[in-house]
């Protein structure tokens, strides 16, 4: 684990400088650097929060010490039994991520949440790390080391109270925790992973559960157990979410244009055609629309796992847009047709472009293009052609 955390410096610099990223938008951010040995109770410093930070007690707040674990700044660290702070991230501008109640985690978003965390040298706390809050109602999430495991993980509040840990991690050495949550109909998907290299990582993680249907208006950082020593050191706290969509979706195979070729509607009308899952698969663009950027990612879910499928681009948007019948699906995009990349989606059935799309693409800035995802369906596609597409996403590209 030691040659892992010697990138944790150049891992916190890539994540602050990116932001907050190519393709993701940052929610709130804290990095902790307020003046040394105090508590972080009525600090008001970060970005994108609410309120300031507060404790559930006098003299139970987490203090600033010095240096922060980038060698760079202050970091913040629990040290009173069962004690810590909360915040509120702020909602303005994330009204498409809340529920009918104003909390995050509307079904069909997601959050990354980062940060590094350590236990105090010499500390015995039997747990500690962050925790996603839901007012009167209270903790939905816990990510850290959940209570006498002494490894990394994660405890389900929201979904009964079990707790998922990595094998073999330490929780006494300094580690940076990616958490990506898809807050999904029903139960939600959680991946974490342990020091990746990437800070959006797409990779196998450490974790991947389902956890319980939740929603949150609050974060806090707390350690504690019937101990001597206490403390959990916490820095660069990231909670993002992926950027909005940088083309315009189309032709879904909802019945409204061109109908789906057996009647197998996408009853959520946010997709293709209806595969053998019962539902459509939904292709989105993220990132940006910029030339020079290269950051676009074309980004298909609901496919089949394990199927692969073509990214593929078109000049023409096929009968005005509302496609024609092709396999089980709907053909949206042709002419000139480019090969984008073949990707395999993974047990969600989810897939990802990676390079440059407009490189590939040939394009120029003004060019409209037309991007489609094109995939296997081999046992019980509903309409028996064994493969349909997802809607289309028109992208006008800039320079």
Same mark, same amino acid.
């Given at each position: ?7 944790? /410096? ?56 010095? /240096? ?157 157990? /019937? ?154 596609? /509903? ?17």
């Amino acid at each position: 684990m030691q040659a892992r955390t010697l990138l944790l /410096p150049v891992f916190l610099s890539a994540l602050a400088s990116s932001g907050l990223g190519q393709s993701q938008t940052t929610i709130a951010y804290e990095s902790f650097d307020y003046a040394d040995a105090t508590g972080i109770g009525g600090q008001t410093g970060g970005v994108g929060w609410e309120n300031a930070w507060w404790s559930g007690g006098a003299g139970t707040d987490a203090m600033t010490t010095s /240096p922060g674990h980038d060698a760079d700044g202050i970091k913040a660290n629990t040290n009173f039994d069962g004690g810590g702070s909360y915040r509120r991230p702020a909602t303005v501008g994330f009204e498409y991520m809340l529920d009918g109640n104003g909390d995050f985690g509307a079904d069909n978003s997601t959050i990354w949440l980062t940060f590094s965390s350590r236990r105090i040298g010499g500390g015995d706390d039997q747990y500690g790390g962050l925790s996603l809050f839901l007012g009167g109602v209270g903790e939905q999430l816990f990510i850290g080391s959940p209570w006498q495991t002494n490894e990394w993980g994660v405890q389900d509040h929201a979904g009964g109270g079990a707790s998922h840990v990595a094998s073999g991690s330490i929780v006494d050495q300094l580690t940076v925790l990616v958490t990506r949550i898809d807050f999904q109909p029903g139960d939600e998907r959680l991946r974490l992973w342990i020091d990746p290299v990437d800070p959006y990582p797409a990779g196998v993680p450490d974790i991947d559960v389902p956890i319980g249907d939740q929603r949150f208006d609050e974060v806090r950082i707390q350690s504690g157990g /019937p101990i001597s020593l206490h403390g959990y050191e916490f820095d660069r706290l990231h909670l993002e979410t992926p950027s909005l969509e940088a083309g315009t979706a189309l032709c879904f195979g909802d019945g409204a244009g061109t109908p789906c070729p057996c009647g197998n509607d996408d009853a959520g009308g946010t997709g293709g055609c209806a595969n053998s899952t019962g539902g459509g698969s939904t292709l989105a663009a993220s990132g940006s629309d910029s030339i020079g950027a290269a950051d676009l990612v074309l980004e298909a879910s609901g496919a089949l796992p394990g199927q692969p499928g073509l990214f593929f681009q078109g000049v023409n948007f096929i009968n005005g847009g509302s496609g024609v019948i092709f396999g089980d699906g709907l053909r949206c995009c042709g002419g000139s047709v480019v090969r984008l990349q073949v990707v395999v989606p993974d047990s969600a059935g989810d897939a990802a472009t990676s390079g440059d799309i407009g490189g590939t693409g040939g394009v120029v800035p003004g060019d409209t293009r037309c991007y489609q995802y094109w995939y296997r369906d081999p046992s019980g596609s /509903p309409c028996g052609s064994g493969f349909n597409l997802g809607n289309a996403v028109q992208v006008d590209w800039q320079p």
